[in-house]
């Protein structure tokens, strides 16, 4: 029997009983990474909140479809790659292999599905136009914008009006649009953009707006409706609002995503993190310096996703002293078989009240000092069911066969000649077959099983 899942909704403002579409097959869709630097812990947080969601899911129903897509058409690129003096797509390979490789170091699960805006540009022009017919956006200048006031339920999910948007705004500032509020959805290309930003469409050449990439995608692989739509609180408005907004214009019989769910923003040192003031944290950085990635799952997972967080020295300490104590718990029992077994009511119900991760961990600790005094095999059967769970076990390095080495070192030579379509597609090869690679500081490709 399925134990009962809550969830905030920010549509609703309320914790509500999620009740899917089809018990059969959870549709999730994430906002991913915009692939213009390394990504940095916020990134990461919102990350390991959704996989932890994922996890959970899986854990409760047959057949869980996650969507966590790859912005690689954006103005930051475009400005990243000039910055850099390199190619869009030299660029965005680069930090889509990196972000994977963090990802996989903070021993984070491949979502099924992770598309990119590149891969389905022709679909997004298409949306484009279906907007456009259903006059829910008209072409100025080049430019195609969505008109807010078309859409009567704009504003529902951020709780925002329509008139309070237009206070203090200047009608000049943007001549092409019919009001203030309406946002871009396709923008003619500039003559400093690099060729492989351009793509030729009904208006000319040019690209898409960020907005309507997210809808495009989630609605391409998941259906017109589907249940959990995630990201970060920044998310909420515009994108997230947008993406509704030109959703359900698109497809009036849609209600789009059933749950909204939106994780809580992170600090460092109790400050916002941010270049300027010198607290701006890669992931790559921290696990350069010898910070377990276990260790830094813990400290992502050590708040409820919808509260703050707060990165520091303190918390990172704490977290190397708990995985090592909990890894002593568990080295003699590495071939303790627990495939059959499953995870306690204790841990698992204050999960399922909109992941309140607090009792869960505490649970956790609570047990680990219960098999120091009685080592009890149950026992340890659950807490090593918990921590494998929560992805928080150690990784036994397998022996990698030679064709899959053999096509690793293929990717290396791919990079060396700046082949990077090839290197990509060697990747995806490798990830079908059950394989993930990571970079080592000094460039060498790592394989291993996932």
């Known amino acids: 029997m399925v134990k009962r899942l809550k969830l905030y909704n920010s549509l609703t403002s309320r914790k509500e009983e999620f009740v899917p579409h089809n018990h059969e097959n959870i549709r999730m869709y994430v906002c991913g990474p915009t692939i213009y630097s390394n990504p940095h812990l916020g990134n990461a947080r919102s990350t390991v909140v959704y996989d932890l969601l994922y996890r959970l899911l899986k854990e409760n129903y047959p057949k869980v479809t996650y969507v966590r897509n790859i912005t690689d058409i954006d103005d930051k690129i475009n400005a990243a790659a000039i910055e850099r003096k390199i190619s869009i797509q030299e660029l965005t390979s680069e930090v889509r292999e990196e972000f994977n490789s963090d990802m996989i170091e903070l021993c984070n699960l491949q979502p099924d599905i992770e598309p990119s805006a590149l891969d389905n540009i022709v679909d997004i022009i298409k949306l484009i136009e279906l907007l456009v017919a259903r006059k829910h956006a008209y072409v100025s200048n080049g430019h195609v914008y969505f008109s807010v006031k078309s859409y009567e339920n704009y504003g529902k999910l951020s709780g925002r009006k329509i008139e309070d948007m237009l206070q203090g705004v200047r009608i000049d500032v943007a001549e092409d649009k019919e009001s203030p509020e309406d946002f871009v959805l396709w923008k003619p290309a500039k003559e400093t953009d690099d060729d492989s930003s351009k793509f030729n469409s009904p208006w000319g050449l040019g690209r898409p707006g960020w907005h309507i990439e997210c809808s495009l995608m989630s609605t391409k692989y998941l259906g017109k409706d589907f249940d959990i739509h995630g990201g970060g609180a920044d998310l909420k408005f515009p994108h997230h609002e947008n993406e509704i907004a030109q959703s359900c214009a698109a497809f009036p019989?849609?209600?789009?995503?059933?749950?909204?769910?939106?994780?809580?923003?992170?600090?460092?040192?109790?400050?916002?993190?941010?270049?300027?003031?010198?607290?701006?944290?890669?992931?790559?950085?921290?696990?350069?310096?010898?910070?377990?990635?276990?260790?830094?799952?813990?400290?992502?997972?050590?708040?409820?996703?919808?509260?703050?967080?707060?990165?520091?020295?303190?918390?990172?300490?704490?977290?190397?002293?708990?995985?090592?104590?909990?890894?002593?718990?568990?080295?003699?029992?590495?071939?303790?078989?627990?495939?059959?077994?499953?995870?306690?009511?204790?841990?698992?119900?204050?999960?399922?009240?909109?992941?309140?991760?607090?009792?869960?961990?505490?649970?956790?600790?609570?047990?680990?000092?219960?098999?120091?005094?009685?080592?009890?095999?149950?026992?340890?059967?659950?807490?090593?069911?918990?921590?494998?769970?929560?992805?928080?076990?150690?990784?036994?390095?397998?022996?990698?066969?030679?064709?899959?080495?053999?096509?690793?070192?293929?990717?290396?030579?791919?990079?060396?000649?700046?082949?990077?379509a090839k290197a990509d597609e060697i990747r995806a090869k490798i990830t079908a077959l059950n394989y993930n690679i990571n970079y080592t500081k000094s460039g060498e490709i790592e394989v291993e099983k996932k």
């Open 253 to 420: 019989d849609s209600k789009y995503a059933k749950y909204w769910v939106h994780n809580g923003f992170l600090t460092v040192n109790g400050e916002k993190m941010s270049k300027s003031l010198g607290n701006f944290i890669t992931v790559k950085e921290l696990l350069q310096q010898g910070v377990k990635g276990r260790c830094l799952r813990l400290i992502l997972l050590s708040t409820h996703y919808r509260k703050p967080l707060d990165y520091n020295f303190k918390i990172l300490e704490e977290s190397r002293k708990i995985i090592t104590r909990y890894d002593r718990i568990l080295d003699d029992y590495e071939a303790l078989n627990i495939a059959e077994h499953k995870l306690p009511d204790e841990f698992l119900l204050p999960l399922l009240d909109d992941l309140n991760i607090s009792k869960s961990l505490a649970y956790l600790h609570d047990l680990s000092k219960e098999i120091y005094n009685d080592n009890a095999i149950e026992k340890i059967k659950d807490f090593k069911k918990i921590y494998n769970f929560l992805g928080l076990e150690k990784k036994v390095k397998e022996e990698i066969p030679l064709d899959i080495l053999t096509l690793a070192k293929e990717i290396q030579t791919a990079r060396a000649a700046k082949d990077y």
